[in-house]
């Protein structure tokens, strides 16, 4: 398991950490990065990705996420081999 976090205030990667003590306990090889210390390489090699992300303010993604963006999902890759899942997290309180 490959978990990345992109978190503004530290509550992904909190959670980010937990799922990977749970997954440890549970005898699953893991591994947790920021978004921005992800290369491509990490998940050409990676199997199953858990990306743990969280908005803060009125619902903006967290700035990791941007050269994240910038880096990785603008390159010309083969991920198709990747299981993958997201965790996105935000408040109720946001505007609509």
């Given at each position: 398991?490959?978990?990345?976090?992109?978190?503004?205030?530290?509550?992904?990667?909190q959670?980010?950490?937990?799922?990977?003590?749970?997954l440890?306990?549970?005898?699953?090889?893991?591994?947790v990065?920021?978004?921005?210390?992800?290369?491509?390489?990490?998940?050409?090699?990676?199997?199953?990705?858990?990306f743990?992300?969280?908005?803060?303010?009125?619902?903006?993604?967290?700035?990791?996420?941007?050269?994240f963006?910038?880096?990785?999902l603008?390159?010309?890759?083969?991920?198709?081999?990747l299981?993958?899942?997201?965790?996105a997290?935000?408040?109720?309180?946001?505007?609509?």
């Open positions: 398991w490959l978990i990345a976090y992109a978190s503004q205030t530290g509550v992904s990667e959670l980010a950490w937990r799922t990977a003590t749970a440890q306990e549970a005898r699953q090889p893991v591994s990065k920021a978004v921005q210390q992800l290369s491509l390489e990490d998940l050409q090699q990676a199997e199953q990705v858990l743990v992300a969280s908005t803060y303010g009125t619902g903006e993604a967290p700035d990791l996420a941007s050269s963006e910038k880096k990785i603008s390159a010309k890759a083969d991920l198709n081999h299981n993958y899942a997201v965790l997290l935000g408040s109720q309180e946001y505007p609509d």
